[in-house]
């Protein structure tokens, strides 16, 4: 049998879990997902795992938090005073706001919590500081080329 190689385009079916077994990704109810092998589009450990599969085959890969999204940054964890936000509507735990950072580039913050003169925002991914835990299937091979 046909084995996946870099430079192949494959289909794949996941899913993706944290340690505690909380589902934050998966394929089931859609499509598979193309992936062409190499080119940088899945993290690298998943990239590994599929060079070599087989269709049908299926695999387990962990990707360690600092691979993934990074370790989770409580600095990045920030009080804004309410009087600095737009008055169209009312800040809510678990609304997003994207600001402009000191070198113009922009971050997206979570609402955390709401306070009467202040909200707290947290700037860190939502997986941040989370190891994930991918089951994959190859499910199709398109032969580089």
């Known amino acids: 049998m046909e084995a996946a190689k870099k430079g ?3 289909l794949i079916d996941y899913t993706v879990q944290t340690t505690d077994g909380r589902v934050v990704g998966k394929t089931e109810e859609n499509e598979p997902v193309s992936v062409t092998i190499g080119s940088a ?3 690298p450990e998943v990239e590994t795992a599929l060079d070599g599969m087989e269709v049908g085959s299926e695999q387990s890969v962990t990707v360690s938090s600092d691979n993934a999204f990074g370790p989770r940054r ?45 909200i707290t925002a947290d700037g860190n991914h939502p997986l941040a500081g989370e190891d994930l835990h991918f089951g994959v299937k190859l499910v199709e091979i398109k032969p580089a080329a």
Do not use: K
């Not at 009087?83 to 997206?108: K, R, W, Y």
């Open 41 to 43: 589009e899945i993290f």
């Open 8 to 10: 192949d385009t494959v």
């Open 74 to 118: 409580e600095e990045m964890v920030i009080d804004i005073p309410r009087a600095q936000l737009p008055n169209d509507n009312t800040p809510e735990p678990g609304m997003t706001l994207a600001a402009q950072q000191q070198d113009g580039s922009t971050v997206n913050l979570t609402i955390i919590a709401v306070n009467d003169e202040t």
